[in-house]
């Protein structure tokens, strides 16, 4: 690793932490040997000089073999420090180190070392800043690979001078940029996610404890129903947020067409131009598809979005139409029936040529810093994920149709039986959330639920309180994004105390390594918020379901 791309990771490690540091595999790879230290604090940064000093440290175990080997990152507390990476733990300690993010450093496919990011004190990482940790890394991983491709540059042969083409790290360097403000826009559009699903939460959570205030028959629930309607159609906006910059968990269910295309032609009439007339049709016999709803919404708009930007002078028509089908080919199973969808406009059309690579990643008609060059890679990924297929039909001056064939399911005839109240078994669950309103919503959902509740805001009282009395409790709730502790660790000082202890986690926003950590934990389930009476009930009895022991 070059000392200027050395330099510069340490000088922007403090927008994110408190401190860096970086050790580098030896060839043989099984050492690691410190390349590297700063911290902000000066007498923290000269405490840790001596981690220069200190000695290769070996590579084959703790959490320097799988962060070096398999290219996974992660964020330790002062437990697991000890536990996983005891290379650093003596250091940790000495500077009062409270979370470490590891991040892998590689070239091209290769490892090279671990990079970790130091918060000192109670504070953790935020997920944000965990990304952002991430993305320095990949820069430097980036700036590396640009440094070794210049020194090929004009090297002499014999006679002759071989001159690589710069061009292809220069998309390289494209995709790159790319990549990190898509994943700039990941991590705020998780941050709107767990504020406005907080909000949401205690909306929703207040509205189901109004119905019950009024009783059946009362006036009130229609309007109460109409809040209940668009309280859902916030958080299902939300989730079609998420699905910016950074990917989901797909949640599957069987789904009727004609409800996603309703939803996403209401959001498209808002944002496109007055000049594009926009029309759409599916005929009831079309079959139900097996999919997310979240992820077929971002298609169509994405498909709608490309059209649209199309269309000469902001003017002409897009049309959306759906109905069954039938593709040709028999493979000799049964047969089945498809779902078509169509997406058609009036633009000035394509090449072959360009047909052809529409759905390459960062394939782009449009001017510089017009279009990212994704939007059609990503409606190929959501095609496929769905085991379906996608045909483009156009050609210059006669516009475009987007066919996407998806395989249909019929739906089920069963219907689950409806939830009550009345079916929960009685429980002593202590609930931690920092937002006040929120602690008092949920508290009173699970007293109308028929438990014991003991609603706290503060992670650090939260632990105190179970630590005089561990066997209070029958299950403890905790949100994860909180000040001083997260929901992980709230979960790692309960479960250390008590190993047998049902633990729920709630969050806004549950990306897939916070459902890995939280497993690592000891958290038995994870509820996304908005969180309602009956979410609250069912996963209370799913962690629970055996003898209580008083």
Not at 34 to 62: K, Q, S
Not at 172 to 197: C, D, P, S, V
Not at 254 to 259: A, P, T, Y
Request: charged content about 20%; proline content about 7%; hydrophobic content about 40%.
């Amino acid at each position: 690793m070059n000392s200027d791309t050395l330099d510069r990771l340490l000088q922007t490690s403090v927008l994110i932490a408190d401190g860096c540091f970086v050790a580098l595999l030896s060839e043989d790879g099984r050492t690691l040997h410190p390349a590297a230290v700063r911290f902000r604090d000066e007498t923290a940064d000269r405490a840790a000089r001596p981690f220069l000093t200190a000695g290769p440290i070996p590579a084959g175990a703790g959490a320097q073999a799988w962060i070096s080997a398999d290219g996974a990152s992660a964020a330790l507390g002062p437990a697991e420090i000890d536990r996983r990476a005891p290379g650093h733990a003596a250091l940790a300690r000495s500077l009062g180190i409270g979370q470490l993010v590891l991040v892998p450093l590689r070239l091209e496919a290769r490892p090279l070392g671990v990079v970790g990011f130091a918060r000192t004190g109670a504070p953790t990482f935020s997920d944000g800043e965990q990304a952002l940790a991430r993305a320095l890394v990949e820069h430097a991983s980036l700036s590396m690979a640009n440094a070794r491709l210049r020194e090929s540059l004009d090297r002499p042969v014999g006679t002759a001078t071989v001159r690589r083409d710069v061009r292809e790290t220069e998309r390289l360097e494209a995709q790159a940029r790319q990549a990190q403000k898509m994943e700039a826009a990941g991590t705020l559009a998780g941050g709107i996610a767990h504020e406005f699903n907080n909000i949401l939460t205690a909306i929703l959570g207040n509205l189901e404890l109004a119905r019950l205030d009024v009783g059946p028959g009362h006036r009130a629930h229609q309007r109460l129903d109409e809040i209940a309607a668009a309280g859902r159609r916030g958080a299902d906006l939300i989730r079609q947020i998420l699905t910016v910059g950074r990917p989901r968990e797909a949640s599957q269910r069987v789904i009727r067409l004609g409800d996603v295309v309703e939803e996403a032609v209401g959001l498209l009439r808002s944002t496109i131009p007055a000049g594009v007339q926009l029309s759409a049709s599916v005929a009831a016999d079309t079959p139900a598809v097996l999919g997310d709803p979240a992820r077929i919404h971002q298609m169509l708009l994405n498909l709608c979005t490309n059209a649209w930007q199309a269309l000469p002078d902001g003017a002409g028509r897009i049309t959306i139409a759906g109905q069954s089908a039938a593709p040709g080919g028999n493979d000799g199973g049964p047969a089945r029936r498809w779902a078509r969808l169509e997406v058609t406009d009036t633009g000035p059309g394509m090449t072959e040529e360009v047909a052809q690579r529409i759905f390459d990643p960062f394939f782009t008609t449009k001017p510089a810093g017009e279009g990212s060059g994704l939007g059609l890679s990503v409606v190929l990924g959501i095609v496929n994920e769905h085991g379906g297929v996608i045909r483009v039909k156009s050609s210059p001056g006669a516009g475009a149709t987007f066919e996407i064939l998806l395989p249909g399911v019929e739906p089920s005839s069963e219907t689950a039986p409806p939830w009550t109240p009345a079916a929960a078994r009685p429980r002593r669950v202590l609930y931690l959330d920092d937002e006040p309103s929120l602690v008092r919503a949920i508290q009173a959902m699970l007293k109308s639920l028929g438990h014991q509740a003991v609603g706290l805001s503060d992670p650090a009282q939260a632990c105190a309180e179970f630590r005089r009395a561990p066997n209070a409790f029958d299950v403890v709730i905790t949100d994860h994004n909180m000040p001083g502790l997260s929901g992980i660790e709230v979960a790692r000082v309960m479960t250390a105390l008590r190993p047998d202890l049902p633990v729920i986690l709630t969050s806004g926003h549950v990306p897939e390594p916070l459902r890995e950590q939280a497993a690592g934990a000891g958290v038995r389930r994870i509820l996304e918020k908005p969180t309602t009476m009956e979410d609250l009930s069912r996963a209370i009895e799913s962690v629970t379901s055996g003898p209580t022991e008083r």
